[in-house]
T-cell receptor
């Protein structure tokens, strides 16, 4: 089966510019996650969607970050305006719907990530 | 708040020797525990998890992990290391149940020396 797709793979922008990342999860995966991974740190959850609804966005800096998953399939994460400290790898992951009661529901499948450099 | 500690930035082991990558956690209630591996220029891959039942769980590529509730630990182990096991390993924890946020550790770099 096809994996989680992300684009672009790399992005370099100036501070105060805006940027958008795209993610297409594995077909049939209802849960979609966006993580921020700063160099030398573990992934930090930014937002978690269940279909097109938000389950958790407690760590999303809402003054500059936004995310949507309008049709419950692919998703876009936007940063506007970007700051130097936003330089990181942005990871998208997906997993099965917990409601399906499959034992593998909480195994996350990750995309290759988008490496963002803010100058 | 839940958290994960991976006390070693890097673990070096000779090929063929057993390896251990350490992880301790903090969470209220029963934990779900995970190990993920990240190879260079690739996304994270699920390795194994503990949900309930047997404290020793087996995963992909010959890895296993032992859940120790009293020590709040979930160390990753392999009886015989391969050079191809060299990668970045992340331990993660969530509360039990559906739709729970997963918290990752900072990762441990495993270097297997030929």
């Amino acid at each position: 089966e096809a994996g989680v797709a992300q684009s672009p793979r790399y992005k370099i922008i100036e501070k105060r510019q805006s940027v958008a990342f795209w993610c297409n999860p594995i077909s049939g995966h209802a849960t979609l996650y966006w993580y921020q991974q700063i160099l030398g740190q573990g992934p930090k959850l930014l937002i978690q969607f269940q279909n097109n609804g938000v389950v958790d966005d407690s760590q999303l800096p809402k003054d500059r970050f936004s995310a949507e998953r309008l049709k419950g399939v692919d998703s876009t994460l936007k940063i506007q305006p970007a700051k130097l400290e936003d330089s990181a790898v942005y990871l998208c992951a997906s997993s099965l719907d917990w409601a399906l009661r499959k034992s593998s529901y909480n195994e996350q499948f990750f995309g290759p990530g988008t490496r963002l450099t803010v100058l | 708040a839940q958290s994960v500690a991976q006390p070693e930035d890097q673990v070096n082991v000779a090929e063929g020797n057993p390896l251990t990558v350490k992880c301790t956690y903090s969470v209220s209630g029963n934990p779900y525990l995970f190990w993920y591996v990240q190879y260079p220029n690739r996304g994270l891959q699920f390795l194994l998890k503990y949900i309930t039942g047997d404290n020793l769980v087996k995963g992909s590529y010959g890895f296993e992990a032992e859940f120790n509730k009293s020590q709040t630990s979930f160390h990753l182990k392999k009886p015989s290391a391969l050079v191809s096991d060299s990668a970045l390993y992340f331990c993660a924890v969530s509360k039990s149940g559906g739709y729970q946020k997963v918290t990752f550790g900072i990762g441990t770099k495993l270097q297997v020396i030929p």
